[in-house]
RNA sequence: GACCCCAUCGUCUAGUCAGGUCCAGGACGUCAGGUUUUCAUCCUGAAAACAGGGGUUCGAAUCCCCUUGGGGUCGCCA
């Protein structure tokens, strides 16, 4: 049998981490046993789908490497038989199983309103009690139900389900699972709108673009056995189900888009800021501190963010792309989470990934996101690259998020900078959050009066600005401002001046350049920074000597 | 609330299906040392878990039951 998976995302924005791993585990499935993976889009939902929510999820997966061999066409992927790939464009197809299941007897219309079930569901919940169809529109007489459907009256379809029998979902992660009979009520298959739902939608395009292994949420689960009676109704052979469990945040809650609101909410309440940053205006600002269910938008909440200088929470694959992880690395990480390759090997690339992957080495349990864990193999990935493709990296990263940076630097001096920072970069982004010091004006520098700076400057007989101000006519001289020069002479300086103690120089002219306490190597620094930024620098630091160290 | 799923260090997990080689292994994190001109690295070492209770068995992390805890679903959302 050919292997056949499937990624079936609504169009809802960007690819959440959780889909994003579901889609990994059927790509690297089909890859495993040379079959196929499809890409279906579920815009089922006329009230939800539309355009501008986008199919962004498309381009955060080419960025992670998941190449469909089927689905919607992008960039060279997708095309196929089996289309179409997006549900909304299959109606008349859907239209003819629900015929099919009319005249088997197997599904009917049901006339309840929205209004009417929400009550009876109202109804239930106050008596303690789980709420089920109770078939109301089954038991009307075919004269009824014929002269309300003449009448246009809006219905539905709903499935009838057969109630005296067990269900048994065979997953292949889980096990057997079995459902009571009658514990299912009948479903709906077909809205009001003629569209299909969600459940009737999946069973027939599953069949008829043949998917052999459905792996997909555990919070699908407990809808499975619909699609197994749907199956059985319509004639359709059932897949192989596997069902993973969940990714969740280190507290155990669920991973939501939310909880970059819920962050940012609590930040504001804490610190009690009562008018909008710049960016948002004053209305959105109330509905959105009032009502929890609302969310900013993307670039909002990076503008809050950055205004209270908190890092907002990854939950997207596009926030990790931005935040400077590499593809490989969060897919590494991603496969890590509820699975295992049979020889404990944890860092591997998507080879390794296919060649090892198996439903069998699924784990049960949920997972919780353990972002300092992502954060230790993004640093290794990029400290085992070599210079150039750090750079090659960086610069791409450059170009998409921080075009600033790139302006800001000669070619010569962008490599510069790149390779001073890639030893203590964890991220793409680390050299551009630490060394913002190097793109400021050297007029807008300044020196907080925090402990490591006073260390450097103030502390000691003599101190680091007496050491500044004894050097700073040697730099002034200095005609060979190389990495090598500027070694030489620092460390001779330092030789006659400072007892050999390196650190005693380095570290007054880090402070005074960059304003605090981290930088590259100081000679890259300084050389990156050039010998009229680095002077100017380091006299205006000393004009500061007064507020940074009051003479008692 | 009903139904379903799950349960090994703080976290991700190996081991569970085929009970003994497990006083439980690895990784991230933590802690303690060391290297380093700052930071970050890097090196060495340490602490750290079979949720609880009953069985079955010569023997249980592994099998069974109960309890507890966590999660999912219960939409004309997907």
Redesign the pocket.
């Known amino acids: 049998m050919t292997v056949r998976t499937r990624f079936?995302?609504?169009p809802t924005g960007h690819l959440h981490v959780g889909g994003a791993r579901s889609a990994l585990f059927c790509w690297a499935f089909a890859k495993r046993h040379g079959g196929r993976f499809l890409l279906r889009i579920?815009d089922?939902?006329q009230?939800?789908s539309s355009a501008e929510a986008g199919l962004g999820f498309l381009a955060d997966l080419e960025w992670l490497g998941i190449d469909w061999d089927e689905g919607p066409e992008h960039d060279g992927h997708g095309g196929g038989d089996s289309g179409p790939y997006f549900q909304s464009k299959r109606l008349p197809i859907y239209e003819e199983y629900f015929q099919k299941l009319i005249e088997s007897g197997a599904a009917y219309p049901a006339f309840?309103?929205?209004e009417e079930?929400a009550e009876a569901?109202r109804e239930a919940r106050a008596r303690?009690?789980?709420?089920r169809y109770d078939r109301a529109s089954l038991s009307l007489s075919p004269e009824t139900v014929k002269q309300y459907l003449e009448e246009g009256r809006?219905?539905?379809l709903r499935f009838k389900v057969p109630d005296d029998r067990e269900l048994v979902v065979h997953d292949l992660v889980?096990?057997d699972?079995?459902?009571?009979p009658g514990?299912l009520e009948d479903f709906?298959i077909r809205?009001?709108?003629g569209?299909p739902?969600?459940?009737f939608a999946v069973v027939v395009d599953d069949a008829l673009m043949e998917v052999s292994h459905v792996i997909r949420g555990?919070?699908?689960?407990?809808?499975t056995p619909k699609h197994v009676l749907l199956q059985e109704a319509l004639g359709f052979p059932h897949p192989a189900y596997a069902h993973v469990?969940?990714i969740?945040n280190?507290d155990?809650?669920?991973m939501s888009k939310r909880d970059k609101d819920k962050l940012l909410r609590a930040q504001v309440k804490e610190r009690g800021i009562e008018s909008p940053p710049g960016g948002i205006d004053e209305a959105t600002w109330t509905t959105w501190l009032g009502d929890k269910t609302v969310q900013l938008s993307a670039d909002q909440a990076m503008v809050l963010a950055s205004e209270l200088h908190v890092d907002l929470p990854e939950i997207d694959v596009a926030d990790f792309q931005q935040a400077g992880y590499l593809p490989d690395v969060l897919v590494n990480y991603l496969a890590?989470?509820?699975w295992?390759p049979?020889d404990?090997q944890?860092q591997f690339d998507q080879d390794f990934l296919v060649s090892q992957f198996d439903l069998d080495?699924i784990?049960?349990?949920?997972?919780?996101f353990?972002r300092?864990?992502l954060?230790?193999f993004n640093?290794?990935a990029l400290?085992d690259m070599s210079e150039d493709d750090f750079v090659e990296r960086f610069r791409g990263f450059c170009e998409v998020h921080h075009p600033e940076v790139l302006a800001h630097f000669t070619d010569e001096n962008f490599r510069r900078f790149a390779v001073a920072n890639k030893?203590?970069s964890?991220t793409l982004l680390d050299p551009i959050r630490t060394g913002g010091f190097f793109l400021a004006d050297d007029e807008s520098i300044t020196w907080e009066a925090i402990k490591?700076v006073r260390k450097a400057l103030c502390n000691g007989e003599p101190c680091g600005y007496d050491r500044l101000e004894a050097i700073l006519p040697t730099l002034r001289e200095a005609e060979d401002w190389t990495v090598a020069g500027l070694e030489s002479l620092i460390e001779s300086w330092a030789e006659a001046h400072a007892e050999g103690n390196?650190?005693k120089v380095?570290?007054p002219i880090?402070v005074a350049v960059s304003g605090g306490?981290?930088?590259?190597?100081?000679?890259d620094t300084l050389v990156i920074l050039g010998k009229d930024a680095s002077i100017r620098r380091m006299e205006r630091c000393l004009s500061h000597r007064e507020a940074l160290c009051p003479t008692a």
């Open positions: 079936a995302p609504s579920e089922t939902d009230k939800r309840e309103t929205t079930l569901r303690k009690e789980a709420y809006p219905h539905v889980l096990g699972v079995r459902l009571a514990e709906v809205k009001a709108d569209f739902t969600y459940h555990q919070e699908h689960l407990a809808n469990s969940l969740f280190p155990g809650s669920k890590l989470l509820g295992s049979s404990g944890e080495r784990v049960k349990s949920p997972a919780k353990d300092d864990k954060l230790a640093l290794d400290q030893e203590r964890k490591p390196l650190g380095a570290q880090r306490p981290v930088s590259p190597p100081i000679y």
